[in-house]
């Protein structure tokens, strides 16, 4: 029997996070501990692994505000900068525990790559930078991580194919704006959904509050979690109060079991 899991919401903020720096909107000017949101990104635990999907430009603090040891994997959605630009911040984890794996779609290796030279560098490379195992992640091939089945989940941000993943009873989407049928199957019976809600105003490539609790009533789980939040969502008080029964914004260090 699979031991249950622990999901810690390490960052549950947009690009920018909140508070958006020189920015005088009252939410970022809230004292609501539930309104700060540092970059996107999930802990996932089970007995002695420790997984996280995207590691974003707060990765360090994440890593320090939640005490984590010991790092078994970094799963990626896509290439943005919010998601990706906290890699060199895996070095003490490598320090101690050897070459880091590393999962992503080919396509987010070439970017890694591109953007991350010297910690992909073969020929004289730098000894204080981190080295990664790279994983490839492909539309339609599980994944093995820690005596787990994890499934990837291919989704639309725009043009721009992203994966979220499915860890048993639990699935994580974030920077949706749309999602196949043949896609949608794979996440029927998921306990808990943690999905993107921007805002209220509709946007281009991010689901926005309407679109994300349509998506919830599809997909039918007992329990939502909203995450990659701007501040033009509002304060986080006013639109929890405001939401579904079991639907929730998620917020920083918030920690679930499933």
Request: negative net charge; charged residues 25%; hydrophobic residues 35%.
């Amino acid at each position: 029997m699979e031991e249950g899991l622990k999901v810690t919401f390490l960052g549950t903020g947009t690009s920018q996070g909140i508070p958006i720096i020189g920015s005088t909107h009252p939410v970022c000017l809230s004292n609501d501990p539930r309104d700060k949101r540092l970059r996107v990104s999930v802990l996932v635990s089970w007995g002695e692994f420790n997984f996280v999907i995207d590691c974003g430009p707060d990765f360090r603090q994440q890593m320090l505000t939640n005490q984590v040891r010991r790092l078994d994997g970094v799963l990626f959605t896509h290439e943005h900068s919010d998601h990706t630009a906290g890699i060199d911040d895996i070095r003490p984890f490598f320090f101690r525990q050897g070459d880091i794996p590393i999962y992503a779609h080919k396509r987010v290796v070439k970017s890694l790559k591109k953007r991350f030279d010297y910690i992909f560098e073969e020929k004289d490379k730098y000894p204080g930078a981190p080295s990664v195992d790279i994983n490839l992640v492909e539309t339609g091939k599980t994944l093995e991580l820690g005596g787990r089945i994890v499934t990837p989940i291919e989704v639309m941000h725009n043009r721009l194919k992203v994966f979220g993943y499915r860890f048993g009873g639990f699935t994580y989407l974030t920077d949706v704006k749309s999602v196949d049928e043949k896609e949608l199957e794979k996440i029927t019976g998921t306990k808990v959904l943690v999905v993107n809600a921007l805002r209220i105003e509709p946007h281009h490539s991010h689901f926005n509050l309407e679109e994300a609790i349509a998506f919830v009533n599809k997909v039918k789980p007992e329990k939502a979690y909203f995450t990659h939040i701007s501040h033009l969502l509002g304060f986080h008080e006013e639109v929890e109060r405001s939401l579904p029964n079991d639907v929730h914004l998620a917020y920083d260090n918030l920690t679930i079991q499933i």
